[in-house]
């Protein structure tokens, strides 16, 4: 089926175009690179609108919620929080899934006699002994300020909580106090509180203790173990709102570190061996830093969602304000994936976007092996494995949807391309030019790149060149059967394949045809190709995740025997060839033979 035209390029040396609003109300068609003319709709997701600060029992809340902790009882989830406008311990309550929260009210209305009746802060609830156990901290009466740590009872995970004590449960005095109790029900059933304390400045740094509880909750017993201090540049001076989870086998310790009321305060973790330590922090960054409109996020608390997800809530600021009375800070939730000793979060800028609110149209691997990026329509990219994050266009106005994306050589880059021909370049990735501003015959479906420029494919089979990216045919002037999905590059660069919905191959260049699907009858149409390392072969991808190789190309496994959740839009092998991702349009990520699973975006 190998075939050439005499077509001319169209070559652009024109800058890429600002990017324009649109209204996404996207079709199958565009979302898939525009696999056939049909226009059926698929469904846009919601976004989440801002809400200012407030608290008004039985309704919906997203105010001042600073340092939460997240409970969850049967299918039901409960959020308390610091003092506020909502009382000495403010609590809300969700019942589908830790997405909406409802007000219920102050949880401890009443704070210990030994204590001052301001300033309640970081509890920490748990199911402890038949009865719902809330540790706080609140100021010991008569000294100076110094918080120390309470304990209070329920029947009831929203109260009222009653604290009956003459005196603190934890109080490290010699130390500065103590604060920001956190119970934590080991495998075993035991329980335990996670607390840290204050330090003092110039002699002891802050850090985070562990102690044994009775079975009722009612007190420590033993001494309290030191699990970690302040130790990394990023935390400054100060760690605090430690708060610890099992999931996966493994221990993790959540923590904020620096300055609270700032753009840099932020989070981390430690993989500890037990709720007694040792822990250690296994990175020198933070896990989650501002980003967006989202500042100085902290007071960690992890939790487990009901398809088994664990999620981490937050609280931050919302720019530009890091401060009271002006600004507040509001309660995040952010799902985990665990990759070994490390965690990763959906919003984590070192890792990119979340790719919620787009559909994934592209895959690609790092020369590693060892991590991919995916882009969608929106613009988003998300990080994964060591794939490094060097920006995208993430909530900006575009005027058509991203469709393909394409690696620099040095893998410190990639280029955008959207369904006009705009180009959108990160990292090292440079701008030859782009068909942004010309009216196209028919829209773009992909791009791939060589060292100094870049091809673009459109649904005709109509090529683009730019930079050092030779024209070297095209189906522009023939009538297809079906729409151009995609294209490949050869090794040497002196070469292409393109590929059509019905699998057929045309070739140019020096590109080898090595077989095509265009004679055989597929359930679901193709929707990319990727060659193989040797150049000596390429594979093939359709919308229900099937594989199919040709020449040198091995087959590791297709989604024709697992489970894939939604259309596969895209593919991307490994680099020695070994295995390859399948990305679907809801984000998820799918691993064959020796490539890794590094996490799913969506």
């Not at 329980?191 to 304390?197: H, M, V, Y």
């Not at 040792?278 to 902290?298: I, N």
């Not at 994936?337 to 149209?361: E, F, K």
Request: proline residues 7%.
């Amino acid at each position: 089926m190998a075939t050439d035209t005499n077509a001319d390029a169209t070559r652009g040396n024109r800058r890429a175009p600002a990017a324009r609003g649109f209204r996404v109300a996207l079709a199958v068609a565009v979302v898939l690179g525009l696999l056939t003319s049909l226009a059926v709709s698929l469904p846009g997701r919601p976004a989440h609108a801002a809400a200012g600060p407030g608290w008004s029992i039985g309704h919906p809340y997203s105010g001042d919620f600073p340092d939460p902790d997240v409970l969850k009882v049967g299918t039901t989830y409960y959020a308390y929080s610091t003092s506020s406008s909502g009382g000495h311990i403010p609590v809300t309550r969700s019942t589908d899934g830790a997405k909406t929260w409802i007000a219920v009210g102050d949880a401890l209305p009443t704070v210990a006699g030994w204590a001052e009746n301001h300033d309640i802060w970081a509890p920490g609830v748990a199911f402890i002994g038949g009865q719902y156990v809330m540790f706080y901290a609140a100021p010991f009466r008569g000294a100076g300020g110094i918080h120390c740590i309470s304990r209070a009872v329920s029947s009831s995970p929203s109260g009222p909580f009653t604290d009956t004590s003459s005196s603190p449960i934890v109080c490290q005095l010699q130390s500065g106090g103590s604060i920001d109790p956190s119970p934590f029900i080991d495998v075993d059933g035991s329980a335990w509180l996670i607390f840290k304390n204050e330090g003092v400045p110039g002699s002891e740094p802050t850090g985070f203790w562990s102690q044994r509880l009775t079975p009722d909750g009612g007190a420590v017993v033993g001494d309290p173990v030191l699990l970690t201090q302040t130790s990394q540049p990023w935390e400054v001076t100060v760690t605090e709102n430690p708060s610890m989870i099992v999931y996966g086998g493994s221990y993790w310790l959540f923590y904020s570190g620096g300055d609270w009321q700032s753009a840099e305060y932020a989070i981390g973790y430690a993989i500890c061996a037990g709720p007694a330590g040792p822990c250690q922090k296994p990175t020198d960054r933070p896990l989650l830093a501002a980003f967006d409109s989202v500042l100085g996020p902290g007071g960690p608390t992890p939790f487990v969602d009901p398809a088994g997800h664990m999620q981490l809530g937050y609280h931050a600021w919302t720019a530009p304000d890091t401060s009271y009375p002006a600004g507040y800070r509001a309660l995040h939730t952010s799902q985990v994936t665990v990759i070994g000793d490390r965690l990763q979060l959906a919003d984590d800028p070192d890792h990119g976007d979340s790719t919620s609110g787009g559909y994934a149209i592209s895959i690609q691997g790092t020369r590693s092996g060892e991590g991919y990026y995916v882009a969608t329509t929106t613009g988003a990219v998300a990080a994964l494995g060591d794939a490094r994050f060097y920006g995208s266009m993430r909530g900006a106005r575009l005027a058509q949807p991203v469709v393909g994306m394409a690696l620099t050589p040095s893998g410190n880059g990639y280029w955008l391309v959207a369904a006009d021909g705009g180009i959108f370049t990160f990292g090292d990735a440079r701008f030859f030019g782009s068909t942004g501003d010309l009216r196209l015959k028919a829209p773009i479906t992909g791009m791939a790149a060589t060292g100094n420029g870049y091809w673009l494919v459109a649904k005709d089979g109509g090529i683009f060149t730019f930079g050092d990216a030779v024209f070297r045919g095209s189906t522009g002037a023939l009538a297809l059967a079906q729409p151009v999905m995609g294209m490949a590059p050869t090794r040497s660069g002196n070469g292409y394949w393109l590929v059509a919905a019905d699998g057929g191959i045309f070739t140019f260049g020096d590109a080898p045809f090595r077989g095509s699907m265009g004679g055989v009858r597929l359930r679901l149409p193709i929707s990319g190709i990727a060659p193989s390392p040797s150049g000596n072969g390429y594979w093939m991808v359709a919308l229900d995740g099937g594989i199919f190789t040709f020449g040198d190309a091995g087959f590791y496994g297709s989604g024709g025997n697992r489970t894939v959740s939604g259309f596969v839009s895209s593919m991307s092998p490994r680099i020695a060839g070994d295995g390859y991702w399948l990305t679907s349009l809801d984000g998820g990520v799918y691993a064959f033979g020796r490539a890794p699973a590094k996490g799913s975006s969506g």
